[in-house]
C-alpha cells in the first residue's frame, strides 16, 4: 500500500483512506452546445495513460474529504508531489 | 517442426525425454516483412498464425519485448466463457469460444481447454434479475446459459456454502457449461510453434521505440531496440501498454492502464470442479490441473505500469472468499502478481482499423482478454488481411467513442473474469 501526502491535512497517510479521481486539468467545457462530437469525444474519453509522470486527482475521502492533485511516476508508483486544486499543473 | 503424437511422445519417454528439439526458433529480426505484430501475447502471436494460415501472408514478424508467455497471458487466471449480454459482445465472444473448441488439435499442441462450467453467484434480488436477462439474452444469441438453484448450485461445485446466514447467500446462479478454463502458457507456446512453423518470426526481446510514416501518412515500418524494420502493416496487440505505441503513431487513445492483481494457493488434491464467479462480492476462482486454487483479485485504483499491486486488494478478495468458501479458511496462499489491463470507458475491447493507414489494433480487453485469445487473433488478421474489418469486429471499431455508438458491457464489470 502507498502513502499519500494530503497537502490539505499535511500529513502522509496510507491509501486507503483516499479516492483515486482520475487525470488531472480535464477542464469541463464552458460552452458544451457549442463542442464539436470529436472534442466531447476528447473531453470525455480520452485520456493521457502515461508511462511515466501522470498528472492526477485524489479525494481524501476518509480524512478530509477534500479533492488535490498529484504528480505519480507509473512505472515506480512513487508520488513526485501533492497539491491542492486549482493550483497550476506541477 | 516435430508434430506431437503418442508415439512421439512413447518414443522420446523410453528416450528419458532427452532429445526433444526446440519448439520454435527463437528469431532475429529481418530488414522487412509484410507484417508485423507488435506484442507476443496469445493475441498477437495468434494474429501471426492465422495470417499464415488463413491469409497466406507469411512473411511476418511478432515483437516481443519481453519473452513469449510473459505479459498478460501468462498472468491472467484463464477463464474461459462467453456469456455477454449484448449482441455484439455475445458475438464477439462466442466467436472465441467456439475456436477454444479443437485449438489443441489445429495447432497439435495441448492447450487443456476444460470445459468445467462457468457458474455466476447471485447475492441478490438484482442479481436474480440481472442473470435472468442475461440467460435469456445469451439464448436469444445461441450462448448456452442457465438458471441454477442454491441446491443445484451447490450439488454442481459442493465447497460452496448456500447456507441462508451468510453474509452474501446463495440464491442462485448462471451457469455456462461450455465455460471453463485452459492452459494459458500452452497458448502462447501452441500459437508462437504453429506460427513459426508457417514462416512467422517470433522476436523476443525487442521493445518497439518509434512508428515510422511515409509522407501520405501511412506506416512505412518500426524502429525496435534491435533496429529498425519495415512493414506496411502493423497490428497492434500490446494490452496495457498500446496507449505508449499509439502516442508512437500520435495517436490519442481513449483507455487507461491499470493493474490487476490474481494469487493461487499451496497446490491440493481436487476439490473444485469448476469456476465460480460472485461480481457482487468481487471473488472468483478455480482450481488449475496443478492442484492450485487459482483467484482473480481486483485492479488497483490508479493507472500504473508497474505490474503489481496493493496488498489491500488481496485482502478484500480473500475475505470474500473465504465467506463463500468456508472451507478454504486456513488455506494457505503461494504466489500473487499482476498484469497490466488496458481498460475502455465502456469496457468493451477496440479491434479494428486506426486513422493511421497501415496501422490495426487490438486494445482494452481490460480485465477479460485470455478468454477471447483466438478469436482476437483471428479478426486481427482477418482485418489485417483485407483492410477492413470482420463483421463481427466491426461493431468494436474506434469511431464509436465519437458517434456514440458504445457497448457499455455490464457482464465485462471490471472485476470477476
Known amino acids: 500500500m502507498i502513502l499519500i501526502h494530503c497537502p490539505y491535512c499535511?500529513?502522509?497517510?496510507?491509501?486507503?483512506?483516499?479516492?483515486?479521481?482520475?487525470?488531472?486539468?480535464?477542464?469541463?467545457?464552458?460552452?458544451?452546445?457549442?463542442?464539436?462530437?470529436?472534442?466531447?469525444?476528447?473531453?470525455?474519453?480520452i485520456r493521457n495513460n502515461p508511462r511515466g509522470r501522470h498528472h492526477e486527482r485524489w479525494r481524501h475521502s476518509h480524512g478530509c474529504g477534500r479533492f488535490f492533485n498529484a504528480v505519480r511516476d507509473t512505472v515506480t508508483d512513487k508520488f513526485e508531489t501533492t497539491y491542492k486544486a486549482g493550483e497550476p499543473r506541477k | 517442426m516435430t508434430r506431437f503424437s503418442a508415439i512421439s511422445l512413447i518414443a522420446k519417454a523410453l528416450n528419458g525425454h532427452k532429445d526433444w528439439p526446440e519448439q520454435w526458433p527463437d528469431a532475429a529480426p529481418?530488414?522487412?516483412?509484410?507484417?508485423?505484430?507488435?506484442?507476443?501475447g496469445g493475441h498477437g502471436l495468434g494474429a501471426a498464425y492465422y495470417l499464415a494460415k488463413k491469409y497466406g501472408i507469411t512473411k511476418v514478424a511478432v515483437l516481443e519485448k519481453g519473452w513469449i508467455g510473459g505479459g498478460n497471458t501468462g498472468r491472467n487466471t484463464t477463464i474461459i466463457r462467453s456469456n455477454y449480454l449484448y449482441d455484439e459482445s455475445a458475438h464477439l465472444y462466442d466467436h472465441a469460444v467456439k475456436l477454444w473448441d479443437g485449438l489443441s488439435q489445429e495447432l497439435n499442441y495441448n492447450t487443456m481447454y476444460s470445459k468445467r462450467g462457468v457458474m455466476m453467484l447471485a447475492h441478490n434480488v438484482h442479481d436474480i434479475q440481472s442473470?435472468?436477462?442475461?440467460?435469456?439474452?445469451?439464448?436469444?444469441?445461441g450462448v448456452d446459459n442457465e438458471w441454477l438453484t442454491p441446491e443445484e448450485a451447490k450439488a454442481y461445485c459442493p465447497p460452496l456454502n448456500i447456507s441462508p446466514d451468510a453474509r452474501y447467500p446463495v440464491l442462485g446462479a448462471a451457469l455456462q457449461r461450455r465455460g471453463g478454463t485452459a492452459r494459458h502458457d500452452t497458448v502462447a507456446w501452441g500459437y508462437a510453434r504453429a506460427a513459426a512453423a508457417l514462416g512467422v518470426d517470433v522476436i523476443q526481446n525487442c521493445a518497439v521505440t518509434g512508428i515510422n510514416r511515409g509522407p501520405d501518412g501511412a506506416v512505412t515500418g518500426v524502429e525496435t531496440t534491435r533496429g529498425s524494420i519495415a512493414c506496411k502493416r502493423i497490428g497492434v496487440s500490446a494490452a496495457g501498454n498500446t496507449s505508449v505505441i499509439m502516442q508512437m503513431a500520435g495517436l490519442d487513445f481513449p483507455l487507461e492502464s491499470y493493474p490487476l492483481q490474481a494469487l493461487v494457493s499451496e497446490p491440493v488434491k481436487p476439490i473444485f470442479p469448476c469456476v465460480v464467479m460472485s461480481n457482487t462480492v468481487h471473488a472468483y476462482m478455480s482450481q488449475s490441473d496443478k492442484g492450485e486454487l487459482v483467484i482473480g483479485a481486483g485492479t488497483d485504483q490508479y493507472v500504473s505500469y508497474s505490474q503489481r499491486g496493493a496488498l489491500h486488494i488481496v485482502e478484500h478478495t480473500l475475505?470474500?472468499?473465504?465467506?463463500?468458501?468456508?472451507?478454504?479458511?486456513?488455506?494457505?496462499?503461494?504466489?500473487?502478481?499482476g498484469g497490466i489491463v488496458d481498460v475502455t470507458p465502456?469496457?468493451?475491447?477496440?479491434?479494428?482499423?486506426?486513422?493511421?493507414?497501415?496501422?490495426y489494433v487490438n486494445?482494452?480487453?481490460?480485465?477479460?482478454?485470455?478468454?477471447?485469445?483466438?478469436?482476437?487473433?483471428?479478426?486481427?488478421?482477418?482485418?489485417m488481411a483485407k483492410d477492413e474489418p470482420h463483421p463481427i469486429n466491426a461493431p468494436f471499431n474506434l469511431d464509436r467513442f465519437r458517434n456514440g455508438r458504445l457497448i457499455d458491457e455490464a457482464a465485462a464489470a471490471a472485476v470477476a473474469h
Request: net charge neutral; aromatic share 12%; glycine share 10%.
Open chain 1, 10 to 45: 499535511d500529513e502522509d497517510r496510507p491509501e486507503i483512506e483516499f479516492a483515486y479521481g482520475g487525470e488531472a486539468h480535464i477542464a469541463r467545457p464552458l460552452d458544451p452546445s457549442a463542442m464539436s462530437d470529436a472534442e466531447w469525444e476528447r473531453y470525455l474519453f
Open chain 2, 30 to 40: 529481418k530488414p522487412a516483412y509484410d507484417a508485423i505484430i507488435v506484442g507476443g
Open chain 2, 131 to 141: 442473470f435472468k436477462r442475461h440467460i435469456h439474452a445469451n439464448r436469444l444469441n
Open chain 2, 319 to 337: 475475505a470474500a472468499i473465504c465467506e463463500i468458501f468456508p472451507i478454504f479458511r486456513r488455506m494457505r496462499m503461494l504466489r500473487t502478481w
Open chain 2, 346 to 359: 465502456d469496457r468493451s475491447p477496440i479491434l479494428g482499423k486506426t486513422p493511421v493507414q497501415g496501422l
Open chain 2, 363 to 383: 486494445c482494452g480487453w481490460g480485465t477479460g482478454g485470455f478468454k477471447a485469445t483466438p478469436g482476437a487473433g483471428d479478426l486481427l488478421a482477418y482485418t
